[in-house]
């Protein structure tokens, strides 16, 4: 099991211009959570999906917005990009059947560089 | 508001010494308290959490509701534990798997 793998593992964008990130969860997970990692700060959460509807959202602009696909793979899109979106992107799964606060499992995070 | 701090940015240590990495939080509830580990060139990974209440390489965390802390305690630092470690605080509600809330993190150096 390869665990959470994200895509792409690095990218340069300019101000304005609009991205998406993508995110398999681990094997039997059914829930998918974006975090924003600054230099030198911890995560940031960003919001959470589940049975394909966003179910929490974190202190983000509506620039930032998501989708979950059936298959639980799910993507951040973020538009009008500004120079502060530049940061590493991470993607966490968990299994919310099997109970309150399953443990998360993030991936290696996508480095997102605005010009 | 919910909020989790770490002191320390950074915290060096010779081996074999004791390894005390602080952790205060503040929510009204009932939170859950959740340790993290990223080693170099490796993944956020989970260390531990407090209701598993359990021993993970040496390491355990005692949460005190009192002084709301969930400090990170080992008896004697190994070259291997040298990390950045975050302390992580989950609203528990609902029966879902709920937002994480991170600290700053502390950098772990043991020296030889």
């Known amino acids: 099991d390869a665990g959470v793998t994200q895509s792409p593992t690095h990218l340069i964008k300019t101000r304005g211009q609009q991205v998406t990130l993508r995110c398999s969860p681990k094997?039997?997970?059914?829930?998918v959570s974006w975090y924003q990692q600054a230099l030198g700060q911890g995560p940031q959460f960003i919001f959470q999906?589940?049975?394909?509807?966003?179910?929490q959202r974190g202190n983000f602009p509506d620039r930032f917005s998501g989708h979950q696909f059936p298959n639980y793979s799910s993507e951040l899109n973020v538009n009008a990009l500004l120079l502060g979106d530049s940061a590493l992107y991470l993607c966490?799964?968990?299994?919310?059947?099997?109970?309150?606060?399953?443990?998360?499992?993030f991936g290696d995070g996508t480095r997102l560089s605005i010009l | 508001a919910q909020r989790v701090t770490q002191p320390e940015k950074l915290l060096s240590v010779f081996k074999g010494a004791p390894v005390e990495l602080k952790c205060n939080y503040s929510?009204?509830?009932?939170?859950?308290l959740f340790w993290y580990v990223q080693y170099s060139r490796q993944r956020l990974q989970l260390l531990l959490r407090?209701?598993s209440r359990e021993s993970i390489k040496g390491f355990t965390a005692d949460l005190n509701k009192g002084e709301t802390s969930f400090h990170l305690k080992k008896p004697f630092a190994q070259e291997e534990d040298s990390a950045m470690y975050y302390c992580?605080?989950?609203?528990?509600?609902?029966?879902?798997?709920?937002?994480?809330?991170f600290g700053t993190g502390t950098l772990l150096a043991v020296q030889p």
């Open positions: 992580a605080l989950s609203e528990s509600y609902g029966g879902a798997t709920n937002k994480l809330i």
């Open positions: 929510y009204s509830g009932s939170p859950e």
């Open positions: 094997s039997g997970h059914d829930t």
């Open positions: 999906y589940y049975e394909e509807e966003e179910r």
């Open positions: 407090h209701i």
């Open positions: 966490a799964s968990s299994w919310t059947a099997g109970g309150s606060n399953q443990p998360q499992h």
